[in-house]
């Protein structure tokens, strides 16, 4: 499985816990931290520890562990790394405060469609 297809699966799962405005950007062009960043809003505190439960799953189905995490169960932002996937969870607030969508505008922003395309099929 390669990156994308990995990314793609935790775009399905964040999309099957209902997290808000789900967004895979491809960032392997103009950056050397990660290949793809995923960033997905929570409408509370609960929805986002369910996101980042739901993340951690796939990642560790498919064999990556964190190399680290910032932020805790009380946290409005949490960065999850596994190197070359970053995930970022917010609630809508600070989404809207960091505005990382645009800060990475420069990246190629991978399209629903496209992810779905990659997910295999049951």
Known sequence: ?????????????????????????DISGISVIADYFIVASANNQNHLNALQDAADEVMYKNGFSAKQVEGNRNSTWILMDYEDIIIHLFSAEDRLFYD??????????????????LLPTE
Not at 17 to 24: F, H, T, W
Not at 100 to 117: P, T
Request: glycine share 4%.
């Open 1 to 25: 499985m390669n990156t994308k297809e990995l990314a793609a699966l935790v775009y399905k799962a964040l999309d099957d816990k209902k997290g808000e405005d789900v967004s895979v950007i």
């Open 100 to 117: 990382l969508e645009r800060i990475w505008k420069d990246g190629n922003f991978i399209s629903e469609e496209e992810l779905k395309a």
